[in-house]
């Protein structure tokens, strides 16, 4: 397809020729950079596990660098062959950038076509300045992944592209000239004031009723017995704790007392949750979770089996000469193998029986699964090894059994690297957790925001407030990113009136990628599904918190353009921008942010983004 717009003379096709080339030279200088690294790891001495992990390819590769006579065409890879581990990194990094600026340049070409004018006249301004933006946008983001690669010229049409860049610059220049501005928000960021009444009470009676066990339910020994023998159903394991129980010495109680109560949580949550190994669907909300509405026969089948392996196990462990020892470290294992975790990755961890009674207490135990259970297969989607996404994940629950998720949130390698820019007073702001009250029409109602970091499980639920594609059951790998992530922050909406949150909305950091200095973005807010509430006086709260915080932290706040009624609303000082460039470091492993175009992506190495809407940078220093 020629697109000859006004004399352009852009080949599309050779652009989209171009990006098949890349594509297919970056899968292959990628595959064979980690199949002679996995090959490595075969070698006489190498890890003796690490043959499950490898693809049939790896392992032919990995076959000839133990066996030169394998029938193995080494012929393309007449250099890797014998490559230094320096050169095979270079190699993976050199493949990764190929492959990212693939689909970077699938992007430009498919902008391509926008370029040419709309014949019936249809097109709006704001429409076409936004299509020339993305492209432009997306030009520069394959040169940043291209630079010092030697491929710019090499595959596809430059010419093509320089006169793409210079038609889209054209072009918006025109629109500039007629609008008087190089921004124009489109009628969907353009509605009505926010309404800022806090409505009627919302009726909970219509909520699925709370099934769920709490730790009020088991906070003595008779209660957690009683939670335990009404979803085991077995007088054996009953009698086998009291008579365990009766033998111990009153200040080994205490302990006993809460590995049971543990047991109960735990019998409680596997029982009623969905098996996501076997592709099982979740609930739709928070409270449909709390009140057990998961069906299906894969779950029931499931939940029958650990039911009778929760049996057998408690019951062995209340017989064991150190009945206390015994059931805190099964309560650990139990945990870990109603997860998804392999057996062998769990006894690695330590036994912490307080922590994994609140991690219990706090409901993590569906998140944890879906995520155990849901990520790696999801990844796979980006080429990422099961392994690699396993790892994460393992590392993500092993942090939370033993106690310690804040501060491993905090302190991973993606987490450090992305927290490095922040002076002291900005990274003590962002990482202290802070709230807002927002006083409503209604005598002695107010709303409150909080952040998911106030207490250290309550971001694992924040995904599951609207928004479905980053709950934890419908896409988990989305989940984790923000799990895993300190520069990823879940602003949460608190309406006393219901018994979820009612909203939440993401605030991220990201550097401005010239000066460095730390650069805020709030997104829209999303509502619980269920709650009938007003949501403007709840987002106002929202944009009034991310204001507070950019504030502390000295730091530049840009604001999404749904949030346009809330600015025009406030008077707030600042300027709408389209061509505002965030600075992402690297990630353990993954990032979700559909507001950069692409909904997720792999994430280990620094990028350089543009946003597919406008953002409006709020002048925080005129507030």
């Not at 600026?101 to 006249?121: C, I, K, N, W």
Request: aromatic residues 6%; charged residues 25%; neutral net charge.
């Amino acid at each position: 397809m020629k697109v000859n717009a006004r004399g352009g003379g852009i080949d599309a096709q050779a652009l989209k020729a171009g990006a098949k080339a890349l594509q297919e030279a970056a899968y292959a200088q990628r595959d064979h950079a980690v199949a002679l690294e996995k090959g490595e790891a075969l070698l006489p001495g190498g890890p003796a596990d690490a043959t499950p992990h490898l693809s049939f390819s790896e392992r032919l590769l990995a076959a000839e660098r133990r066996a030169p006579d394998s029938p193995v065409d080494w012929s393309a890879l007449p250099n890797l062959r014998k490559a230094t581990p320096a050169e095979i990194d270079a190699a993976w990094s050199a493949g990764k950038s190929l492959y990212d600026a693939s689909f970077a340049l699938t992007r430009v070409a498919q902008l391509g076509a926008y370029l040419e004018p709309d014949p019936r006249g249809l097109g709006s301004p704001r429409h076409e300045l936004d299509m020339r933006n993305q492209i432009i946008a997306a030009i520069d983001e394959l040169t940043d992944r291209l630079q010092g690669l030697g491929a710019l010229g090499a595959v596809f049409d430059v010419e093509s592209l320089g006169a793409m860049r210079a038609l889209a610059d054209a072009q918006r220049k025109e629109i500039v000239d007629v609008h008087g501005s190089d921004l124009i928000l489109s009628p969907k960021f353009k509605g009505p004031p926010p309404r800022l009444e806090a409505g009627r009470a919302p009726d909970v009676r219509r909520l699925p009723e709370t099934k769920a066990l709490f730790a009020a339910d088991v906070a003595t020994f008779e209660q957690a017995l009683a939670a335990l023998d009404a979803r085991l159903g077995d007088d054996a394991v009953a009698a086998s704790l009291v008579g365990a129980r009766a033998k111990l010495p009153e200040p080994e109680r205490p302990a006993f007392d809460r590995a049971v109560a543990g047991f109960a949580l735990l019998a409680d949550a596997a029982l009623n949750a969905p098996d996501y190994a076997n592709h099982a669907k979740g609930a739709g909300d928070r409270q449909e979770y709390r009140g057990h509405r998961v069906s299906g026969f894969r779950c029931k089948i499931r939940q029958h089996a650990s039911k009778a392996t929760l049996r057998s196990v408690i019951t062995r462990a209340a017989r064991a000469k150190d009945p206390v020892a015994q059931l805190e470290k099964k309560l650990l294992l139990e945990f870990g193998r109603e997860l998804g975790v392999p057996e062998g990755e769990v006894k690695r961890w330590a036994v912490v029986p307080e922590a994994i009674v609140a991690a219990l207490a706090d409901e993590t135990f569906v998140p944890l699964r879906a995520v155990n259970e849901g990520a790696a297969g999801w990844m796979r989607r980006h080429r990422v090894p099961e392994a690699e996404t396993n790892r994460v994940v393992w590392d993500l629950t092993q942090a939370v059994v033993e106690g310690r998720f804040p501060e491993w949130r905090v302190g991973n390698a993606g987490s450090e690297a992305q927290l490095a820019h922040l002076d002291a007073r900005a990274r003590q702001a962002w990482l202290t957790p802070t709230s807002v009250n927002k006083p409503t029409d209604q005598p002695g109602l107010t709303f409150t925001t909080t952040e998911a970091t106030e207490k250290p499980h309550e971001i694992f639920w924040a995904t599951k407030v609207g928004g479905p594609s980053h709950g934890f059951d419908v896409m988990p790998h989305c989940a984790l990113a923000c799990f895993i992530n300190a520069r990823n922050q879940v602003l949460l909406a608190k309406d006393p009136r219901w018994p979820n949150f009612a909203g939440r909305a993401y605030l991220r950091l990201f550097a401005d990628p010239q000066t460095k200095a730390p650069l805020l973005f709030l997104e829209g807010m999303k509502s619980d599904f269920p709650y009938p509430g007003q949501g403007g006086l709840l987002e106002r709260a929202i944009v009034e918190h991310a204001l507070e915080k950019a504030k502390a932290m000295g730091a530049k706040l840009a604001l999404s353009p749904y949030l346009s009624g809330h600015i025009q609303d406030m008077g707030l000082p600042g300027e709408w921008r389209a061509d505002t460039r965030y600075e992402l470091a690297p990630s353990l492993l993954v990032e979700a942010a559909s507001v950069f175009g692409d909904h997720d992506w792999k994430a280990t190495e620094r990028e350089v983004r543009s946003m597919r809407n406008p953002q409006f940078l709020v002048d925080t220093n005129a507030l």
